[in-house]
C-alpha cells in the first residue's frame, strides 16, 4: 500500500495551464506504475494519464494528448502532470494514482491506490 497526496489544484481561465503533483509515503516508488485520474462533475472516473515504473513509457486519453505531460522522479516519490491549454471540460476532481501493475492494465483498470483529490475548475 501507498498513501498518497496531491497537491496544485485551483481556478484558471480557459486556456491556462496549471501543474499537479503528488508525493508518495511508499519506501520506494520504483515498483509501481503511476498515473492521474478525474472525475468531473456528475460525471464517473476516467483516465487521464499513466507513466511506467521508470518513466519510459506514457500513455494519454485521447482528449488530452498534446496539452498534458505526465512525468515522475522515482528520487523524490512524486508524479506531477503539466495542463496547458484547459478547457472548461477539463473541470474536475483530479487524482494520483498508483499500481503495482503494468502501463497496459494500468490505462483500462482501476488502479489499487488512490489519492484525495484535488479539484481543478476552469473558468470560461
Known amino acids: 500500500q501507498v498513501q498518497l497526496v496531491e497537491s496544485g489544484g485551483g481556478l484558471v481561465q480557459d486556456g491556462g495551464s496549471l501543474n499537479l503533483s503528488c508525493t508518495a509515503s511508499a519506501q520506494t516508488l520504483s515498483p509501481y506504475t503511476m498515473g492521474w485520474f478525474r472525475q468531473p462533475p456528475g460525471k464517473e472516473r476516467e483516465f487521464v494519464a499513466g507513466?511506467?515504473?521508470?518513466?519510459?513509457?506514457?500513455y494519454y486519453e485521447d482528449s488530452v494528448k498534446g496539452r498534458f505531460t505526465i512525468s515522475r522522479d522515482n528520487a523524490k516519490k512524486a508524479v506531477y502532470l503539466q495542463m496547458s491549454s484547459l478547457k472548461p471540460e477539463d473541470t474536475a476532481v483530479y487524482f494520483c494514482t498508483a499500481d503495482r501493475s503494468s502501463l497496459s492494465w494500468f490505462v483500462s483498470s482501476t488502479p489499487q491506490n488512490w489519492g484525495q483529490g484535488t479539484l481543478v475548475t476552469i473558468s470560461s
Open positions: 507513466i511506467s515504473w521508470n518513466g519510459h513509457s506514457t
